[in-house]
């Protein structure tokens, strides 16, 4: 079951402020939230995170143009490619 990645990383930066390891706190969220809640992964990225001092949750931004779509112009387009085919 996906929980919401907000919520998780809430969880996990109120353990790291409790003094909790990132197992404990992996083993906590698992056995409130169910069974694969949070990765080994993820808790020891975000502990490592929460350790350098980087306390906030949000995403950091990705490189990169950011997608953009046009929905309106594709279905134009889409709509214009499947009548001339039809045709």
Request: hydrophobic residues 35%; positive net charge; charged residues 30%.
């Amino acid at each position: 079951m996906e929980k919401n990645r907000g919520v998780i990383r809430e969880l996990l930066k109120f353990e790291f402020e409790l003094g909790h390891s990132a197992k404990e706190a992996m083993d906590n969220i698992n056995r409130a939230k169910g069974a694969g809640t949070v990765s080994r992964t993820t808790a020891y990225e975000w502990f490592s995170k929460f350790k350098s001092g980087n306390m906030t949750i949000e995403d950091n931004p990705r490189s990169g143009r950011p997608r953009e779509v046009d929905r309106e112009a594709v279905v134009n387009a889409v709509k214009d490619a499947f009548t001339i085919f039809i045709s």
